[in-house]
């Protein structure tokens, strides 16, 4: 592909994304790249949404274009955006998921302690810096905001960012949660920048009060969906089995060679190379295997998760009693016949949380037409006020029945 | 068509829309049904969504299909409706737009004092009711509030009724505001009656704080727009004007003999079949005659609602300066040659108000699962809050420049 | 709007149209343009489907959009187009529907004998010309296929046009005939140029070949839709009939003052002025006041139209018999009492073409790879094949009942 | 899941999709159906399409959606369809897919000699009636075709059957490829039985062209697209390696349980509990394993699909020389060190046919109103005629460079 200028691909969501520089190609082409078809976006969303399957390829494709649309929609206002800096922010987005593992989000600080995809997707991009010869520095000032022009870190990583503006779009159009539907083009042609930072025109703000409405709607519709969680729980207790059982001695034996040393690995290290061969599918291959495990609670998890009898879950606003739970871990121990500290992983209690605004910490700017900025939660007769501004904390319970 | 059984009708928004009943084909053949085509869904939003050229009969047909689901959703969950109600309330919501005039709700009580569209609706359903035999007695009660299954009602005139969900989703689509579209089909899916009240169920609150907001931005960001509401000022300045020549003595000659009788017309009985025979190509009409009118006011108006020469329109949180006012009017005095008294049509102020949800008044109940019923503003970490219930009100200042 | 540089529109079908030059701004803004929202696309296909009231103007700014994108797209590929030639076919084809009349093509040559909406157009732009001191020249040179680069006429004018690509997908559109899409941004994508001549790449063969078979579906199942064919003959008889009664001494009394102008005009020479005054308001409005006129043919047409009582039409592949005919016309001469001549105007026959594709006359070139130039219908395995090039003729029979 | 009554499923393609029988939802959670969650309806068409990631699971609950709109659409034309029988013929399309392994059609007779999806999802058929005490006897008779009303074995397998009409539908949807849309609801809607055959009304004639066509383009554009066929014969060529490789003592390793049996395996007798064990997770966790094998084809191929190092393809009408073929294997022999005889795995040509429409065989018959039944080539002036009926084969060449 590396001989190409110019190539143009089907996205059932914008119509055509465009890839116009030799150089986006080549790091499309690159196997790290490739990888990310892949990670599902939304991990277990699709077992509740069938139509979720899309993946974190394909989310960072739809970054990149609407980057473009923000790109020119500055440009077109007069900001000075050279060749160099546009390019450097395109690389910037196509990467800025690459530290996403298995299952994205599920799993994040699960197989690797202490290491979110942030600082994973920075170790590759400067391994991948090498290779390329260091054609990724303004790509890298960017993506880590030392970039002078601060405005284009805020389109990658910010409140008015284009990888929420792409995920919001693309997760409500493959769920099929119409509602979920920003107006991400209006936004884009309103953007702004003011003393460096990015913002919006005084046009957007009932835009911007929708958008910040189907994000809420999203997180409690579908992303904290609970059945949605109760999967990814699964995962999770899967993982932390395996690592325990590991520990006292068994062979990980996942029948994937990476997953393997992963499983096993101790060594604090992370190699950006080793990472970039582990996907969704090592995972599943191992769950499948372990189905027939003869640990009765990693059977069990495996089962669960691949033949969908999932955790149930409930959610409420208090805490659960702990005789709840316990009663749960009795008639699990019970039916499988585990101890009662195995039972734990097959019940169990924990809280969530999800914020629709905090103005102290998200700061989307208004520019109005007399030079002055205001935060969203402070225009006239806001709809994004101040009690919203508290996260929302949830508790929920899942347990296998 | 009186002796067709069923009809199917093309409809972008919804696909199909199938008319079921011999009774529906007649009404809708009726020439006072017919008329609704003439008569835009929105005035003269077109000025500035081009798109949005639909009607009143499109929009009520497209009421008519939400009927149809909606009906359906709570007999598939068990609530007694029999053929008779269905087709009352079909008839019912069909009919529930025939009072408007020309323009819909720009010239309410301007061209007709005293009476709201509501009100001439019921006229001419009780002259259609006589003209079909009493046929339409469970529609007329259902209109009327006085059916005893009161959600019948509810569903034709209330905070979730179908005729709101058919404008806000039908006039998103044709203004291309995509951020106005709401998620109807949920909202049907998830609507129940509890005490003889339409609500929704739990699961639907996301999806009615989406409506919500969405109606707010529809508000103020189409429907309150400067530009529409400069254009609809100028209509009713027009019809003022006319009103007043004549009654110094000028023939109104507009060209249209109903609008002519409309405008002379004293006697203060309203006779539905004559109102029937006036739309908004009377109207216009009669307005591109007087572009040529000796008139200086009526000219300029007519001239500036054709070519488009619109109001200039200001807005703001408040009241406008008297010497504001008093120096556009001087302007266009000076300009036309006309008296200080006549330059008060072409420059003049007044205020505008919206209520994004009012709980006392609007009362969207949601049924949760235990049985408890709370209002959409009254659910833990409500967006829709108390703040938000007491009315905008915003002032403009509209003048030809 | 003289002063703005940029204008930003919402359009239901592309998502927004963006206008951007000054020139272009105050050519929207000119009374002749603005005159195009009173002229219904379809004329009476809302009859059928309700949906489908946009306007002309409505879909020359929706061609105008197509023309940048399709500039862009050669512009990509090297071919070169400079600014005044991008505006020139901008405006070009901004004004290139300028000479409908009311009703678009279903009066034409019938208000105005020997003269087709082309040529009006072209007075018109010549018109405009002159007001804004020859800004328009490279616009009318490109308009008339004067312009050295041929291809940018062709854009406007010919098999891969801009026009018509714009009015197959919008009519689809706002018809809710969903089958009639066409992959109008895919083509743009591959168009290119050869030996001046505007033509595609070979990957769209399968997408000229769907966009064919759309123009065919929309053409038999909506532009000559029997009901619609029904009331736009309707509406020729009005006129026809008008004009015989004016001839024999009768006022024209339209209530449109320049309708009645043209009704009785003889002068032979076109004014654009005046032209540029009469729309479909005219039209309905005197169609309105006539349902009441003393003579019963003029009435009978009139009402028919208004409130829906529309011909009955009868398609067939060969022609119908005389005595169907003569049976038709007793019968409503005698339910009328009428004469047999003025019963002509109440039930006869004609017949129509449509051609789905005629390669002499058509010729959508692909451009291969390899440097040769095929017609669509000689490529391999061709769908669009010899035996659909002859034009098909149906006969019908229109009758009131 | 088994004691709910009623399930809503969201679904970006039709927006809700309802489950509404005990047994439908039993049958879904049956872990023979959720295996269809890991088998990609689209094989590797992502690997050109990124969106093209949709399920088979996804697929089938769209097929068994349109069947009950086709159900509906001919009870309401009076047509007797029991409730039994509505049930059977929406198990029967719930589960004709079951058949398919991993990669669907991909390896369809490479993993499994002499077996086709039909046969398998029949053997999977009877397996679960026996599970459910013989609840599938309706369905499985009118899957076989057995059951008295063919029109309901028509609707799962014939031309106008539901699974094509969601597969076009959903194929086009998720690649993106807007013009592989086809009217499915209208076509539907035009749906009737004579003779117990299944047919369409007459107006439905341009809706089945334009079908067809979609079909085609669907067929040239994206099914058979290059690189996509590319892929495949890699898939194909890595199943045949390893067994080839197995059979010369290799031991397959593929890090799955499940898909080590199947390449073992001799038995010929198939099981279908084994069969659903097997997905393509098996197969590419197999293919990420063989990327380090010691076997130079086995690695070339497993890195080539992984990495997206894909066969280049060409394709032409003619057959290719075999002078070509030998170069390429030469070359590809050199870089790797490998075998002439090995070279064969890594540069090949083969054939491939697609028919637009075969009269002879497909049959899409149209009932007309005179009652008289013509086929689709044979209505007057047909765009699909006689010589679209001979199928197209073109030749291509796979090499790895």
Chains 1, 2, 3, 4 share one sequence.
Not at 69 to 91: D, H, P, R, V
Not at 180 to 205: C, P, Q, S, W
Not at 361 to 370: G, M, N, V
Request: proline share 3%; charged share 25%.
């Amino acid at each position: 592909m590396g001989s190409q200028q110019r190539k143009i691909i089907n996205d059932p969501v914008y119509g055509f994304i465009t890839i116009d520089h030799p150089l986006l190609l080549e790091i499309i082409s690159h196997p790290f790249y490739q990888r990310l078809r892949r990670i599902h976006q939304m991990a277990f969303a699709h077992l509740v949404y069938p139509g979720a399957v899309h993946t974190r390829l394909h989310h960072s494709l739809g970054a990149y274009h609407l980057m473009g649309n923000a790109l020119t929609a500055l440009q077109s206002k007069g900001f000075e955006i050279t060749a160099g800096e546009e390019l450097g922010a395109k690389i910037a987005i196509l990467l800025h998921d690459m530290g996403h593992g298995p299952f994205s989000h599920a799993l994040e600080n699960v197989l690797l302690k202490n290491m979110n995809h942030e600082n994973i997707s920075l170790l590759i991009m400067e391994k991948l810096n090498e290779e390329f010869g260091g054609q990724l520095e303004t790509a890298l000032a960017i993506f880590k905001g030392d970039y002078p022009k601060r405005f284009l870190h805020q389109l990658i990583s910010g409140q008015l960012d284009v990888d929420r503006m792409d995920y919001l779009t693309r997760d409500s159009f493959f769920t099929g949660v119409s509602e979920g539907v920003i107006g991400y083009d209006r936004i884009i042609k309103m953007l702004t920048v003011f003393n460096n930072d990015l913002m919006v025109e005084e046009k957007a703000i009932y835009s911007i009060e929708k958008f910040l409405v189907s994000r809420r709607l999203m997180y409690w519709q579908v992303y904290l969906h609970k059945t949605v969680l109760g999967a990814e729980k699964m995962l999770v207790r899967i993982i932390e089995r395996t690592k325990e059982l590991i520990e006292s001695g068994m062979r990980p034996e996942s029948g994937s060679h990476v997953l393997d040393e992963f499983l096993c690995g101790n060594s604090g290290i992370l190699d950006p190379v080793e990472f970039c061969r582990l996907d969704d599918y090592d995972l599943v291959n191992g769950i499948k295997n372990w189905m027939s495990h003869k640990d009765k609670v990693l059977a069990c998890l495996c089962d669960g998760i691949i033949n969908r009898h999932l955790f149930k879950v409930k959610i409420q606003a208090d805490p659960f009693s702990p005789h709840m739970v316990e009663d749960f871990r009795k008639k699990i121990g019970n039916k499988l016949g585990i101890s009662k500290k195995d039972s734990e992983y097959l019940a169990f209690t924990g809280e969530m949380v999800s914020t629709t605004y905090n103005p102290y910490d998200e700061r989307i700017q208004i520019l109005f037409k007399d030079g002055s900025v205001k935060d969203i939660s402070e225009v006239d007769n806001a709809l994004i006020h101040q009690t919203l501004s508290s996260p929302v904390k949830k508790f929920y319970i899942c347990y296998m029945a």
